[in-house]
């Protein structure tokens, strides 16, 4: 694995598949706005764009702890809509990859760090880690698609009593729950991301990147609009020579 280093962020690559790793240890990984400046410009770096998968992971003790409080204080609304408009877009940087995203999570994984790992498609979680978006206990809210993508993972239910009563959660019931992917032991979430990143890796990236947002467009979409969707995307790809060659290969195996 060859690997760059960035104070606040590793990007590293195993052949097909660029590993993102969040390097703020002493502070338990806290995302600050340079620490989100960090993530978009990792990103964008080339190793990380031609990849077939993203991985993305913290450290022992957390993927993320939250985010930086200290740089809350004294912020007026136009500030805020400024921070959006920059480093704070790097949540819909991972969301909007091409390639397929997997989150190995270790530790807390709490706040702005959860809204990030509900960023990314796959979230493998080992079973001593936590979950918790705690930003009412400090008089906010989730605001970096946090309540709209846990609502859509684990139903408006579920989302109001993590949001709401702050509840930290254990990875076993954030699994049971549907937030979290796969429940791994302690110690093993980057090996299973990165076995799960490879196989994800071997199918065809325009299919996989059509799929995912026929997925994404469903929850936004009517029932009539979501098959056209789905139905515009097949068209597109049995088309294609990687389809027709896939299906000559599975037909010669019969």
Not at 61 to 68: L, P, R, V, Y
Not at 180 to 207: K, Q
Request: hydrophobic share 45%; net charge negative.
């Amino acid at each position: 694995m060859v690997e760059t280093d960035n104070p606040l962020v590793l990007v590293a690559r195993d052949g097909p598949v660029a590993v993102l790793r969040l390097n703020r240890p002493s502070k338990l990984n806290a995302i600050s706005s340079a620490l989100e400046g960090a993530l978009q410009t990792a990103i964008s770096r080339p190793e990380v764009s031609s990849s077939r998968c993203v991985v993305v992971t913290g450290g022992a003790k957390a993927f993320s702890a939250g985010a930086d409080v200290s740089e809350m204080r004294a912020v007026d609304a136009e500030s805020v809509f400024a921070y959006y408009a920059a480093s704070g877009a790097a949540y819909e940087a991972v969301a909007s990859l091409s390639q397929p995203s997997v989150s190995a999570i270790a530790g807390y994984c709490l706040g702005g760090g959860l809204e990030l790992a509900l960023a990314t498609d796959f979230r493998v979680a080992e079973e001593t880690a936590t979950f918790g978006l705690p930003e009412l206990d400090i008089g906010i809210v989730p605001s970096s698609g946090g309540t709209m993508r846990l609502a859509r993972f684990v139903g408006a239910a579920k989302a109001r009593e993590l949001v709401l009563l702050r509840r930290r959660i254990p990875a076993g019931e954030a699994h049971a729950c549907g937030l979290v992917t796969e429940l791994v032991p302690e110690g093993e979430s980057f090996a299973r991301a990165m076995e799960m990143a490879a196989a994800l890796a071997e199918l065809p990236p325009l299919a996989v990147t059509l799929a995912r947002r026929a997925i994404d467009a469903a929850a936004e979409s009517s029932r009539a609009t979501a098959l056209f969707i789905e139905q515009l995307a097949y068209a597109t790809l049995v088309q294609g020579g990687e389809s027709q060659s896939r299906i000559g290969r599975f037909l010669r195996k019969d």
